[in-house]
């Protein structure tokens, strides 16, 4: 029998969850959107990114610090992106076996594991340049790497049966136990991701000194202790202002903020920690009410890479750091299994497709660390993330590209879970899927087609199918039968082997607008259709169209037209606006054309929009 290829996120037997999810054995794309934006990952993204971890000299510093001859290259965290690229590399071969891909990923692995030290410790810029462990907790990246790097293993043992990588990780994780577990001191770093790490090297292990260290992590911050290194440190952009369980909405720095609720989410799950679960959901719908622009994307501030206050979401100056997407959906991909809320799902949807997808171009070649949701024309590319630069092959700060390829790689992981009544589906895509008693093949033309038709392969008797019905799906229905948007819909007959079930989600066009109190957006409107944020891009425009000077009217006439083609099946969607004139012109009638926002900037990179002013 084929051992069972578990999930990035294996929670325990003993976990408290609603959801439980699917093996990866379980949930496979077979075609259609994503196995598209898979196939780019694979040919391109994986085997460019491992070109760039030898020329932008990461991988070298493992090398370094094994022969002692040479100097450290990159940041303090240049090690997460070896070890993000490995799980990447690992979720793939998973996906589909590759020898070139198996032997890419052990020859990197060797190199990891001879730079480590006798005691278990790994972090090469600090064993390379300081010298002195745990000597800046504020803004070195030992625990953040050491994340990373629990991550990847888990991903290798349970991607290829391997064990190389597993065993670095063990013997690091023993010695962070013997340092800041029960007999070792208190410890706070400056950026969270070991809390997840920790979580599921417990699930893979057994080992629960791991899982009560991921506690302590969570619990030790917000208590200042930052502060006993440098009084002057911004507690806030660390996420250590305010305990985990009292944070009612993330702030500081993004990434940082979601990778700890994550984290929180994991250990509250193993714990069986409900009030913990709570306080996260407090602090995700603050997140959701006035922290998250319409893509999804999340950071309002380019300085400290940063939340801004409530409401403080100018589409111009949009941070929205690719990470900060992948941590978010794996922050609520944690809430969905512990609370089962359809939210949850709905959230991981708009991250993946209108947040994360934007940073990678459709060749899988280039990427996005920032993503604006408005470029102006003459936009200067004062720096390297400027997205008048468009997307770049690589950063002097990589931390996005590798986190991309691992979040494609496993994309299939979101798509489906299981408790004792069957099967759930939360993403729609085009693939098997199984679980819960129920295996089912689903067909589907989205995100652009709303209709999904699902095949019953097997069915255990009594087990049940249930579907997410977007919030934003008004009128979809399940069989024929209307069903209610935002939640969960289920088959209601018992299902059989061979049966067809058709869900069916109305793409009708959106005009969302933001809140009131988004001053930057008051009285413009979003384009939405189905799960897709669309923008205007200056390229699909006709000559004399500035797109600046655009005013969508009062009851606009919204048509569908085939997309740019730069992925199967797309559609744009066109419709008449007015063009303001500037003194003495006259305002004119135009036709405007917009296409899904994750498809911008792949035709060259120009003026862009998302929000369009009300005429
Ligand atoms: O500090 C490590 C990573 O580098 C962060 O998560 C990103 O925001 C970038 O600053
Ligand atoms: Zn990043």
Same mark, same amino acid.
């Given at each position: 029998?084929?051992?069972?290829?578990?999930?990035?996120?294996?929670?325990?037997?003993?976990?408290?969850?609603?959801?439980?999810?699917?093996?990866?054995?379980?949930?496979?794309?077979?075609?259609?959107?994503?196995?598209?934006?898979?196939?780019?990952?694979?040919?391109?993204?994986?085997?460019?990114?491992?070109?760039?971890?030898?020329?932008?000299?990461?991988?070298?510093?493992?090398?370094?610090?094994? $022969?002692?001859?040479?100097?450290?290259?990159?940041?303090?965290?240049?090690?997460?992106?070896?070890?993000?690229?490995?799980?990447?590399?690992?979720?793939?071969?998973?996906?589909?076996?590759?020898?070139?891909?198996?032997?890419?990923?052990?020859?990197?692995?060797?190199?990891?594991?001879?730079?480590?030290?006798?005691?278990?410790?790994?972090?090469?810029?600090?064993?390379?340049?300081?010298?002195?462990? =745990?000597?800046?907790?504020?803004?070195?990246?030992?625990?953040?790497?050491?994340?990373?790097?629990?991550?990847?293993?888990?991903?290798?043992?349970?991607?290829?049966?391997?064990?190389?990588?597993?065993?670095?990780?063990?013997?690091?994780?023993?010695?962070?136990?013997?340092?800041?577990?029960?007999?070792?001191?208190? =410890?706070?770093?400056?950026?969270?991701?070991?809390?997840?790490?920790?979580?599921?090297?417990?699930?893979? $292990?057994?080992?629960?000194?791991?899982?009560?260290?991921?506690?302590?992590?969570?619990?030790?911050?917000?208590?200042?202790?930052?502060?006993?290194?440098?009084?002057?440190?911004?507690?806030?952009?660390?996420?250590?202002?305010?305990?985990?369980?009292?944070?009612?909405?993330?702030?500081?720095?993004?990434?940082?903020?979601?990778?700890?609720?994550?984290?929180?989410?994991?250990?509250?799950?193993?714990?069986?920690?409900?009030?913990?679960?709570?306080?996260?959901?407090?602090?995700?719908?603050?997140?959701?009410?006035?922290?998250?622009?319409?893509?999804?994307?999340?950071?309002?501030?380019?300085?400290?890479?940063?939340?801004?206050?409530?409401?403080?979401?100018?589409?111009?100056?949009?941070?929205?750091?690719?990470?900060?997407?992948?941590?978010?959906?794996?922050?609520?991909?944690?809430?969905?299994?512990?609370?089962?809320?359809?939210?949850?799902?709905?959230?991981?949807?708009?991250?993946?497709?209108?947040?994360?997808?934007?940073?990678?171009?459709?060749?899988?070649?280039?990427?996005? =660390?920032?993503?604006?949701?408005?470029?102006?024309?003459?936009?200067?590319?004062?720096?390297?993330?400027?997205?008048?630069?468009?997307?770049?092959?690589?950063?002097?700060?990589?931390?996005?590209?590798?986190?991309?390829?691992?979040?494609?790689?496993?994309?299939?992981?979101?798509?489906? $879970?299981?408790?004792?009544?069957?099967?759930?589906?939360?993403?729609?895509?085009?693939?098997?899927?199984?679980?819960?008693?129920?295996?089912?093949?689903?067909?589907?033309?989205?995100?652009?087609?709303?209709?999904?038709?699902?095949?019953?392969?097997?069915?255990?008797?009594?087990?049940?199918?249930?579907?997410?019905?977007?919030?934003?799906?008004?009128?979809?229905?399940?069989?024929?039968?209307?069903?209610?948007?935002?939640?969960?819909? $289920?088959?209601?007959?018992?299902?059989?082997?061979?049966?067809?079930?058709?869900?069916?989600?109305?793409?009708?066009?959106?005009?969302?607008?933001?809140?009131?109190?988004?001053?930057?957006?008051?009285?413009?409107?979003?384009?939405?259709?189905?799960?897709?944020?669309?923008?205007?891009?200056?390229?699909?425009?006709?000559?004399?169209?500035?797109?600046?000077?655009?005013?969508?009217?009062?009851?606009?006439?919204?048509?569908?037209?085939?997309?740019?083609?730069?992925?199967?099946?797309?559609?744009?969607?066109?419709?008449?606006?007015?063009?303001?004139?500037?003194?003495?012109?006259?305002?004119?009638?135009?036709?405007?054309?917009?296409?899904? =926002?994750?498809?911008?900037?792949?035709?060259?990179?120009?003026?862009?929009?998302?929000?369009?002013?009300?005429?």
């Amino acid at each position: 029998m084929a051992t069972a290829l578990r999930h990035p996120t294996a929670v325990t037997a003993g976990a408290d969850v609603r959801l439980r999810p699917v093996g990866l054995d379980g949930a496979r794309i077979t075609g259609g959107f994503w196995h598209a934006r898979q196939a780019a990952n694979r040919d391109v993204s994986i085997p460019d990114g491992l070109r760039r971890l030898h020329e932008s000299g990461v991988l070298e510093n493992f090398r370094v610090v094994a $022969t002692g001859e040479g100097e450290a290259r990159g940041p303090v965290f240049a090690d997460s992106d070896v070890y993000k690229w490995l799980e990447a590399a690992a979720w793939e071969y998973a996906r589909q076996p590759d020898e070139q891909l198996l032997a890419d990923q052990l020859d990197v692995t060797r190199i990891v594991a001879a730079a480590q030290q006798p005691d278990g410790y790994l972090d090469t810029v600090v064993q390379l340049r300081r010298g002195r462990r =745990y000597g800046d907790p504020a803004h070195d990246h030992e625990l953040y790497c050491a994340g990373h790097l629990f991550q990847a293993a888990v991903a290798q043992h349970r991607g290829t049966g391997r064990t190389e990588l597993l065993d670095v990780a063990v013997r690091l994780a023993d010695h962070l136990v013997r340092e800041f577990g029960p007999d070792g001191r208190p =410890y706070v770093e400056g950026h969270p991701v070991v809390e997840m790490g920790l979580v599921e090297l417990y699930r893979e $292990t057994g080992e629960r000194s791991y899982l009560d260290l991921a506690a302590r992590f969570v619990d030790e911050r917000g208590h200042g202790l930052l502060h006993e290194q440098d009084s002057q440190l911004d507690l806030t952009y660390f996420s250590d202002r305010l305990p985990v369980r009292q944070t009612t909405s993330p702030e500081g720095h993004a990434v940082r903020a979601v990778y700890l609720a994550a984290g929180a989410a994991d250990v509250a799950a193993e714990a069986g920690d409900e009030e913990l679960v709570d306080a996260l959901a407090v602090q995700f719908e603050g997140m959701a009410r006035a922290k998250q622009y319409v893509t999804g994307g999340l950071g309002a501030r380019w300085e400290g890479e940063a939340f801004g206050d409530p409401y403080e979401l100018p589409p111009d100056r949009a941070y929205a750091e690719t990470c900060a997407a992948i941590g978010a959906a794996q922050w609520a991909w944690r809430m969905l299994l512990a609370t089962g809320e359809a939210r949850y799902a709905d959230q991981i949807e708009r991250l993946l497709l209108d947040a994360m997808l934007p940073g990678v171009s459709l060749r899988g070649d280039e990427f996005f =660390y920032v993503n604006t949701l408005h470029l102006r024309a003459d936009a200067s590319a004062d720096t390297e993330r400027s997205a008048a630069n468009g997307r770049r092959p690589w950063f002097d700060v990589a931390c996005c590209p590798p986190n991309v390829m691992r979040t494609v790689a496993s994309v299939a992981a979101y798509a489906a $879970t299981e408790s004792a009544d069957g099967l759930q589906l939360h993403q729609y895509l085009t693939g098997d899927l199984r679980g819960g008693g129920v295996a089912v093949h689903v067909e589907t033309g989205y995100p652009f087609d709303g209709r999904i038709d699902v095949t019953v392969n097997e069915a255990r008797d009594g087990a049940r199918l249930t579907l997410r019905i977007p919030a934003w799906a008004d009128g979809a229905t399940l069989d024929g039968r209307e069903v209610e948007a935002g939640g969960y819909a $289920t088959v209601d007959r018992r299902l059989r082997s061979g049966d067809r079930v058709e869900l069916r989600l109305p793409m009708a066009v959106r005009l969302t607008r933001a809140d009131e109190r988004v001053d930057a957006v008051r009285g413009s409107v979003a384009i939405e259709r189905g799960p897709l944020v669309y923008a205007l891009e200056q390229v699909d425009q006709a000559d004399g169209v500035v797109l600046d000077d655009l005013r969508l009217p009062e009851r606009p006439r919204i048509e569908e037209v085939p997309g740019p083609g730069l992925v199967e099946g797309d559609v744009a969607l066109r419709f008449a606006a007015i063009q303001i004139g500037h003194g003495a012109e006259p305002d004119r009638e135009v036709s405007a054309t917009a296409v899904p =926002y994750f498809e911008w900037a792949n035709r060259g990179v120009g003026p862009m929009r998302v929000w369009i002013p009300r005429a």
